[in-house]
């Protein structure tokens, strides 16, 4: 079954860039595309990026999404950091009749 | 504004069946694929099931498959999760999400609502 791996957690400084990891367990990342949500604490998921590298209005710039094909992984990117991105973020993709998200990243900003 | 607004959750004892509705408002109910996610407490997120938009195509997770059935109401903008013989496992929050229009992910979320299976 294709997996989608992710850090437990990440945490950075206010102000600075954060790269968030989603590394596929077989095949290719680009066979279909990744998307990114964020959860805040007590909070529905909301979407910050979707098919690899598109925003959604309203989401600020400083979210980005790329892919990697040598690595087999997509990469949530989030320049400027503040307080209000402190969340867990979610990678899903789909495979085989199955969407599959990762385990989650827990971002701490401090 | 999109609003997806889930009811229906509860407490149900182990073997049990529950009814999910979510409540659509906001856009073009019909013309979407609508899908239903799980979290269960301190976990990370698990789809459950999709449903095009006229009841065509449908799907479920593998671990699911016989004892959840999804259906929509387009007349309604109203989309179902029929969930039986439950089990504690099945305890979760389930959310009701809009796919976006050409690909296999979520734009918009509702907020959920809590399933407890316990006795």
């Known amino acids: 079954n294709f997996m989608l791996t992710q850090p437990h957690s990440v945490s950075e400084s206010p102000g600075k860039t954060v790269t968030i990891s989603c590394t596929g367990s077989s095949g290719s990342i680009t066979s279909n595309y990744v998307h990114w949500y964020q959860q805040r604490p007590g909070s529905a998921p909301s979407t910050v990026i979707y098919e690899d590298n598109q925003r959604p209005s309203g989401v600020p710039d400083r979210f980005s999404g790329s892919i990697d094909n040598s690595s087999n992984s997509a990469s949530l990117i989030i320049s400027g ?3 209000e991105d402190e ?5 899903q993709s789909y495979d085989s009749s199955n ?12 | ?5 889930e009811s229906g ?6 073997g049990g069946s529950l009814r999910l509705s979510c409540a ?4 073009t109910f019909s013309s979407y694929t609508m899908n239903w996610v799980r979290q269960a407490p301190g976990k990370g997120l698990e789809w459950v099931s999709s449903i095009s938009s006229g ?3 449908i799907d479920y997770a ?3 498959k016989g004892r959840f059935t999804i259906s929509r109401d387009n007349a309604r903008d109203s989309l179902y999760l029929q969930m039986s013989s439950l089990r504690g496992e099945d305890t979760a929050v389930y959310y009701c999400a809009r796919s976006l229009y050409n690909s296999r992910g979520i734009d918009f979320w509702g907020q959920g609502a809590l399933v407890t299976v316990s006795s």
């Open chain 2, 9 to 14: 959750g509860g407490l149900v004892k182990p």
């Open chain 2, 1 to 5: 504004e999109v609003q997806l607004v």
């Open chain 1, 99 to 110: 969407w599959v998200f990762g385990g989650g990243t827990k971002l701490t900003v401090l």
């Open chain 2, 24 to 27: 659509a408002s906001g856009f």
């Open chain 2, 55 to 57: 009841s065509s195509y």
């Open chain 2, 62 to 64: 593998d671990s699911l």
């Open chain 1, 81 to 83: 950091l503040k307080t």
């Open chain 1, 87 to 91: 969340a867990d973020y979610y990678c």
